[in-house]
C-alpha cells in the first residue's frame, strides 16, 4: 500500500509505502511529463538508498533529496501508522 505524503509546487508528487518488516519505507517521487509521461524516483528510508531515478535533471534529484532528508522522521513515522490521515496526533 502506498500513500500520498506531498505535492511539491513543480507538481511533483511524493507517495510512501507501508514499513517493511526489516524497518525500510519505500518513497517514490512522480511528476508528469508531457513528452515521456512520468518523470519518476525512489528513495528507500532510512539508508536514503536511491534507485529507478528518470527524468530529473541533478538539481532536480538534490531538490528531492533535502525534501526526503526534511521529511524523513515524519514519512518513518507515518509509515508505522497507516499514512498521514491515520496518524493519532496529527
Not at 16 to 26: L, N, T
Not at 29 to 57: I, K, N, Q
Amino acid at each position: 500500500m502506498m500513500y500520498p505524503f506531498l505535492t511539491l509546487d513543480n507538481g511533483t508528487e511524493i507517495v510512501h509505502s507501508e514499513m517493511q518488516p526489516d524497518g525500510q519505507v519505500k518513497v517514490y517521487m512522480e511528476r508528469p511529463d508531457s513528452e515521456v509521461c512520468f518523470h519518476h524516483a525512489t528513495c528507500w528510508l532510512p539508508g536514503y538508498t536511491w534507485e529507478d531515478v528518470d527524468g530529473f535533471s541533478p538539481v532536480e534529484l538534490e531538490r528531492l533529496q533535502e525534501v526526503v532528508r526534511s521529511t524523513a522522521h515524519l514519512i518513518l513515522r507515518f509509515a508505522q501508522e497507516g499514512g498521514f490521515d491515520s496518524a493519532s496526533s496529527f
